[in-house]
C-alpha cells in the first residue's frame, strides 16, 4: 500500500515538474518525491521538517488549513510567507473520495508553476493540473479503503476491550480472524497496548488506521467507556477538591485512544515506544485535557518545530492471547495516568517501570484520606508541594532545603503548618506513608 501511494505521488511530481509530497489530514507525512539538487534551494523549514520528522507541527497546520484546504475540492495556491517558515509558494491538491478529504498532496513552487492556471471563475485548469488532480483522486480512494479497514479492526478492538468475560472469548476470534485476513496476523504473536490520553476524535471521526510499522489496529475509548481487568471505568481520577469541607471534585473524564501493537519479540517495547511517540505528535493528542492537567500547549509558529502538548502514553507489559488484552489495557491506562501526573516518567511511561505507581494507580478514583483533604486546597499548593518535596527525599532537611532552594528555617516553619493543618505527625512512618501516598494520588 505505502509503495502505490510512493508510486502516485512521483506521477503527480513527473507531471508538474516540482518535488511533490503527500500527507493525510492531520498532516502526517505518507510519501514524498525526489528533491533534485541543493536542499537549502528546493526546499523550505516547513518542508524539510515534514521529511524529517514525518509530520508538520500544529502550527504548520493551523497555518495552511486558514487558506481552506479543508474545504477545497479543486487545486490553490498557498503564497510563501518568510515570516512563518514558508519560503516557497505551493499548490495543495485536495485528496477526496466521495466528498471527504483524506489528505493533501504538496507541490512546491520554484517560480515556474506561478502562471499555472488551477481553474475556477469559469476558466478550465491547465491539462496538467487535471492530470494530477486525477491522480489526486486514485490517492483518495486508496486512503479511503486503508481508513475503512482501520475502523473495522478499531472496532473488534473495541469489542474485545469492551466485552465481559462471557463475550470476551468470540470477540477475540473475530478480532484474530480480521487480522489474519489483513494483516498477516499469526496466533501466539507478542502483543502490547498503548494507551493515549487525551486523545480528541469527534464523533464521526475514526481512530487512526493501521498505517504505522507494528500498529495492528486503533479505537477512541470514550470515558467510562472501558473497563479494565479489575471492572473500573477508564476514566482520569481528578485532582483533589477545592475546599477541604467535602470530598474532592471530580475533574471531567477524558477519553483515551487504545492502539494495539505487534511486538518483535515478548518484552521488547521498540515498536510501541514509537507507536506512541509518533500519535502524540498527532493534533489530537492532549487536545481534550481538562484545565486540572496543569499542562498548557505553547503556541508555536511553522518555522518553530516545537510542541508541548499536557497528553501522555502509557505501554503495557505485553501478552500474546487477544483475550488478555482488556487486562493489559488497565496497564497502559495507568501508565499514561502516571505519566501525565508525574514529569519524570517522560511523555510515554512502561507499565512495568512505574514502581510505587503501580499501587497507586490501583487506587479509587476521587478519594483522599480526611486527614489530607485540607491540604489539598489551592491556597494550601506551596505547603503540600514542600512537604511532598521533603517525603521525596526522605525526610531530609538539607537536601529538601536545597532542592527548593528555600532555607532551612522556612522549610521547618511550613512543615509545621502542614502538621497543624492535617493533625498528622511527620516523625511517625506510618502518617508519612499516608500523606506521601496522597499527594501522589491526588495528581493522577
Known sequence: MRGDYQQLVDEISAALGAPATLEDRDFGLIAFGAHEGDDDLVMDPVRTRSILQRRSSSAVRAWFEAFGIARAKSALRIPPDPAAGVFKGRICLPVRHRGIVHGYVWLLDDGHLTHLELGGHDTPPDPRIEQAM???????ALLADEARAGSELGDLLREVLLAGPAGRPAAAVLLRDALRDTLRFSTGMPLTL????????????????????????????????????SGETATVPAQAGASGTGPPRAAPPVPALAALVRLRSPGALGPAHTVAEHLLRSPRAGAAAPAAAGRRPVRTSPADGSQL????????????ELTGLPAIWREALDAARAARAEPRFGPVAEWTA???????TALPAGVTDAAVRPLLAPAHTELARTVEAFLDCAGQAGRTAQALGIHRQTLYYRLGRVEKLTGLDLDEGEDRLLLHMSLKAARL
Do not use: K, M
Open 194 to 229: 498503548v494507551a493515549v490520553l487525551p486523545w480528541d476524535t469527534p464523533e464521526t471521526d475514526a481512530a487512526p488506521p493501521p498505517s504505522l510499522p507494528g500498529l495492528l489496529a486503533a479505537c477512541a475509548l470514550q470515558p467510562g467507556g472501558a473497563t479494565g481487568g
Open 354 to 360: 512505574l514502581g510505587s505507581y503501580r499501587l497507586l
Open 134 to 140: 486525477e491522480t489526486a483522486a486514485r490517492i483518495g
Open 309 to 320: 502538548r499536557p497528553g501522555a502514553a502509557g505501554i503495557a507489559s505485553g501478552t500474546q
